[in-house]
């Protein structure tokens, strides 16, 4: 079967995406941010889950450039 065509680069959808801001690691939050924009990426929880690290992510979103 032939590819089909698409209008757009693949990477002009990330901005149609929302992101969870539940990152262990700072530079994958920044990157949700750079890649997505800041009005995409969301608090997140994982409730009712306990990833045990509530506290360090709530640091790696307000440690994000304002």
């Known amino acids: 079967m ?3 065509k698409i209008a757009t680069k693949p990477s002009g959808y990330l901005r149609h995406i ?3 801001s539940v990152c262990y690691r700072q530079d994958a939050l920044q990157m949700c941010v750079d ?3 800041e009005d995409r990426v969301f608090y997140g929880s994982d409730y009712p889950f306990n990833f045990g ?3 360090g992510c709530l640091a790696r979103v ?3 450039a304002a």
Do not use: K, Q, S, T
């Open 62 to 64: 307000n440690a994000l």
């Open 2 to 4: 032939p590819r089909a």
């Open 35 to 37: 890649v997505g924009g």
């Open 18 to 20: 929302y992101y969870d």
């Open 53 to 55: 690290d509530m506290p």
